[in-house]
């Protein structure tokens, strides 16, 4: 804030809520008096042109009824008014106002007054344009060299220039590239008109190149017609400013011009030539400025206003004086006014017109005298002591962040699932195809040991699970209470998910006394879903392409006890053989040994191994820890499936390629759409009626073909969105076996998962191929290298789509085989590097060159083998484990 006030030397309010922009203010001596002295016109968007002439008997005088020179109401709103040669055979200064569809040039003139009224002024018009189309802004000045004369030239919404020689039209051309129009003037010195376009770029235009281009009226020829005359429209310069421009000015000094662009955030000065003579960071948000030459030799001064009320005064790229305005001002002009020279005229968009000068007045208060006393410095210390007490109590963190008796937050969520389906399902719009679809009730209870306020829950689930209710949203919760909600929960998508785990989330304020609008906490908590809500007992099946053992350390356990909720008590034979069928229709089938310590879990489907596997570890785990068992462990000694894990991320990369190309096909199909209507319209338009020549069936087509490329793509966009929930399922299937096998710790698992699923869902930029790839790599060459000489290479692949999967795999390949030999995940890479290093045989390093990487991937592929696809023909259930293990 200055601390420095414009001085007001006269000001008036005009109209009531009437609305004025940078173009409605004007400062010349508009009525040809020859005395020297400017005079203010206005106009505004509700029509009224006003011409003033201030006169104030002493500064800051309001104004009188003979300042007001002229007012009058036109017909339509008032975009821009300017002020010179604008009349054939005569130089006198003439007033051009510029309507959205008209353009018209008026004599303002003057008549003694025979009595005290004083002098009486009248406009005539001179002349006037209607345009055809919707005009914008407008430029003057001596376009192609004329002299003493000026000509006009406006832009229209759509990107036009029409220029205007006094009475008659010139001609009219089409910016090239146009989207929205710009600021534009004018310079006399280079002949071009300079405009900053919606790309962000100053752009320059010859008078010349303008008036030998092709006409805008033959702009809507056909491609196949080629024109006589004319070329096409080019810019003598471009220059990317890279923000949008308010407004621009060209000011000239000592035989030289500079091109003042002002910016939303910036301010350029420019040369003939485009290039940057300077720029200047502003830091505020500009609304207005007016450059003009400066007493200093070479320099140049330019005011600048903006939005927090401010008028600056920069000398170049320095900041030599700031005043504080009344208003924003949008447009300011500096003139002439009754003998006073440099008075700085500003408009803000409700109607304060002000003219100011700079400057400062004395400041007439003088502090009063004080009593002189003797000072106490005990009494001083006393009170700077318990100062310094209030200040410490007051910024200690209880009162900031206030905490409970019992060191709560403030608000704790917990969840309820129920143990039972409901009765009633309340599964709304599911796409599975069986006959029932299950659902489950959840209830999320919030507690609150303070009171708090605007809470929002959120519940979220896993696609294709499906919630009656996701958002709750509640004003306030007193201390002590607590708010009880209950949702449901269902297999909404026809394939199973990949995790059945749920959280819910509470957002909410805690209110205290130095902030009542309350500090924003977050609390949250997880629920686990039954599996019967997406799958039911069945039949076991005897045949099965996939198989997986898992070994304990513990004797078997009944499936009967393991899975009271899909066995029955009294069937015998379910102790050690169990089938489940998910909704989807998949079945897997599960067999406990009697005497060795495994359990078989087999499917048709790899993916849906997954939540089986995750199930039973979970059940032995919690099975063994009711019953105080602490060393209970779960190992995998078989070949990891990675072939068929392989088989679907093909799968899952093969529709991400399908779907590159429905967005190529899309965007071929509407460049050829928009190009067959734009030819429809011109014929439309074209006055004389002209044969379609098959546009009309050619449109029909295209519109079918992105119809039907926006179903297929739509079609595409589901399958991918399934295959990654199975590649996903799968995913999680390989790293328990991968963990199980290497009996990797909780922290290494948490890396594992990191690795393998970097991405929760597909994006459009960023996959889950090359994000995986990228982490892998990133392993291979930090904790699971072999030397530091690995270490030292970096990856600069970039993330991008890429061609084929067999990087990937080879990657996956070498990571199980780095592991395979003794490799740990870590963070710590030095540590890593030393074991890795004594180990016998070593760690396989990254191969440089394909031959090695071809023979690296052959022996690691030979080590993970396949699982068995033989179609299992042992009898179930009495034995069948026993008699599938035996040679």
């Not at 499917?603 to 032995?620: A, N, P, V």
């Not at 734009?678 to 079918?704: C, M, N, S, V, W």
């Not at 963070?827 to 045989?841: A, D, H, K, S, W």
Request: aromatic share 8%.
């Amino acid at each position: 804030m200055s601390l420095f006030k414009a001085r007001d030397w006269w000001s008036t309010t005009l109209g009531v809520k009437e609305e004025f922009d940078q173009g409605c203010l004007c400062v010349a001596d508009v009525d040809n008096s020859g005395s020297g002295q400017d005079k203010i016109t206005v106009g505004s968007f509700m029509g009224y042109l006003r011409i003033f002439n201030p006169h104030p008997v002493k500064p800051g005088d309001g104004m009188q009824a003979e300042d007001l020179l002229l007012e009058v109401q036109l017909r339509d709103p008032i975009l821009q008014v300017e002020v010179g040669k604008f009349v054939s055979g005569t130089e006198l200064l003439h007033l051009a106002v510029l309507h959205c569809r008209k353009l018209c040039v008026y004599a303002v003139s003057g008549t003694l007054g025979n009595v005290e009224h004083g002098n009486q002024y009248q406009i005539k018009l001179m002349y006037e344009h209607n345009l055809q189309r919707t005009a914008c802004n407008m430029t003057y000045g001596p376009f192609g060299g004329v002299k003493g004369r000026d000509l006009i030239c406006i832009q229209s919404m759509d990107g036009m220039l029409m220029l205007f020689e006094q009475e008659s039209y010139a001609f009219g051309r089409f910016l090239p590239g146009f989207l929205l129009p710009g600021p534009l003037t004018y310079s006399s010195r280079t002949d071009s008109f300079i405009t900053v376009s919606s790309c962000q770029q100053v752009e320059s235009y010859k008078y010349q190149v303008l008036a030998f281009a092709t006409d805008a009226d033959e702009r809507q020829e056909t491609e196949h017609q080629k024109l006589s005359s004319g070329k096409r429209l080019v810019t003598d310069w471009v220059l990317n400013i890279g923000e949008q421009a308010l407004d621009i000015c060209v000011v000239s000094f000592n035989q030289t011009s500079s091109v003042f662009v002002l910016g939303e955030r910036n301010f350029f000065c420019l040369k003939d030539n485009g290039q940057i003579r300077f720029m200047k960071k502003l830091d505020c948000s500009p609304s207005c400025f007016l450059p003009y030459c400066s007493v200093s030799e070479g320099t140049i001064n330019a005011l600048v206003g903006n939005h927090n009320n401010m008028l600056h005064v920069y000398q170049d790229v320095t900041l030599k004086w700031a005043t504080q305005l009344p208003h924003i001002p949008v447009a300011v002009k500096v003139g002439n006014l009754q003998d006073l020279k440099g008075v700085i005229v500003t408009l803000s968009d409700s109607g304060h017109l002000q003219c100011s000068y700079l400057g400062t007045d004395p400041s007439l208060f003088q502090a009063p005298k004080v009593e002189s006393r003797d000072i106490n410095y005990e009494e001083l210390d006393r009170e700077m002591k318990e100062l310094q007490k209030i200040i410490k109590e007051s910024t200690k963190t209880q009162d900031i962040l206030p905490k409970s008796e019992k060191n709560c937050d403030g608000l704790r969520i917990t969840s309820e699932v129920s143990s039972d389906l409901d009765a009633i399902s309340q599964a709304i719009d599911s796409e599975v195809r069986a006959e029932a679809v299950p659902s489950v009730t959840v209830k999320i209870t919030l507690r609150s040991t303070l009171a708090v306020q605007k809470i929002q829950l959120s519940i979220c689930v896993q696609p294709p699970l499906a919630l009656t209710h996701d958002q709750f949203i509640f004003d306030d919760i007193e201390s002590c209470g607590s708010k009880v909600v209950a949702l449901s929960v269902f297999l909404k998508g026809n394939w199973p998910p990949a995790e059945l785990e749920g959280n819910a989330m509470a957002a909410y304020s805690i209110p205290t006394d130095l902030n009542p609008e309350g500090i924003p906490r977050v609390a949250q908590c997880k629920f686990r879903l039954p599996l019967r809500l997406i799958c039911f007992p069945a039949q076991p099946s005897k045949t099965a392409n996939h198989k997986l053992t898992i070994d304990t350390n513990k004797p078997p356990v009944s499936l009967v006890n393991l899975f009271p909720d899909f066995a029955d008590q009294s069937d015998e034979d379910q102790a050690n053989v169990l089938g489940f069928q998910f909704l989807t229709g998949s079945r897997i089938t599960l067999l406990a040994s009697k005497t060795s310590q495994r359990y078989r879990i087999q499917s048709e489907q790899l993916e849906d191994l997954w939540l089986i596997t995750k199930e039973l570890t979970f059940r032995l785990e919690e099975h063994f820890k009711k019953q105080n068992s602490k060393d209970f462990t779960c190992t995998f000694s078989g070949s990891v499936p990675l072939q068929e894990y392989f088989e679907l991320i093909d799968r899952h990369f093969e529709l991400r390629l399908n779907a590159e190309k429905f967005e190529e096909l899309l965007s071929e199909r509407a460049i050829q759409f928009r190009a067959i209507e734009r030819r429809l319209l011109t014929r439309f338009k074209d006055k004389t009626p002209a044969p379609l020549q098959h546009l009309d069936t050619l449109l029909e087509g295209t519109y079918r073909q992105i119809i039907a490329l926006a179903d297929a793509a739509e079609e595409n966009q589901a399958n991918m969105f399934q295959a990654f929930t199975k590649l996903k399922s799968a995913t999680l299937l390989v790293i328990m076996l991968i963990s199980l096998w290497q009996k990797l710790s909780t922290d290494q698992v948490a890396i594992l998962e990191a690795a393998f699923l970097p991405l929760t869902l597909d994006s459009q930029g960023l996959g889950w191929e090359e994000s995986m790839d990228a982490a892998i790599s990133h392993l291979l060459k930090t904790c699971l290298s072999k030397s530091s000489k690995e270490q030292a290479l970096t990856i600069t692949s970039q993330l991008t789509i890429p061609k084929d999967t067999s990087r990937l795999k080879k990657h996956i390949t070498l990571l199980c085989d780095r592991l395979a030999k003794g490799g740990r995940l870590c963070l710590n890479t030095e540590t890593n590097i030393q074991q890795t290093m004594v180990m016998p045989g070593g760690c396989t390093p990254i191969p440089e060159s394909d031959l090695e990487e071809r023979t690296a991937v052959h022996c690691s592929t030979a080590m993970f083998t396949n699982l068995t696809k033989q179609k299992s023909k042992t009898d179930l259930p009495q034995g069948a484990l026993e008699e599938a293990e035996k040679p």
